[in-house]
């Protein structure tokens, strides 16, 4: 059978969350990892792991917006009060626990 015209790939759409993460929040999350576990190609592996299990988790934006609960939970003041109290943001934020969670039974 001749084909008649150029063939174009068609993406497939269950690869979508290899593709989520930006290498950049991949690398920072490794990085990170490796600082907490200790260095080595060992915890290089497991880390990067670990960054892969949670992105099948959870959507990049979602893990983007429970780091910055996080984040603003750290800092005082009545006005942060509501990053430690919104049931929103406590979702979030167990989301991601949830999604750690597994990647450290997964990899580590």
Known sequence: MALTGPV???P???L???NDYPTEAR???VFACMATNGQGSDVLRRCACSIDIIATIISYDK???AETVLSMQLV???RMSLFRTAASAKKLVA???RA???ADIRCF
């Open 8 to 10: 174009h790939a068609q």
């Open 100 to 102: 750690q969670a597994e």
């Open 95 to 97: 989301d991601l626990r």
């Open 76 to 78: 005082g003041g009545e």
């Open 12 to 14: 497939d759409t269950r």
């Open 27 to 29: 690398a920072e999350y």
């Open 16 to 18: 979508n969350w290899l």
């Open 63 to 65: 893990y983007i917006e």
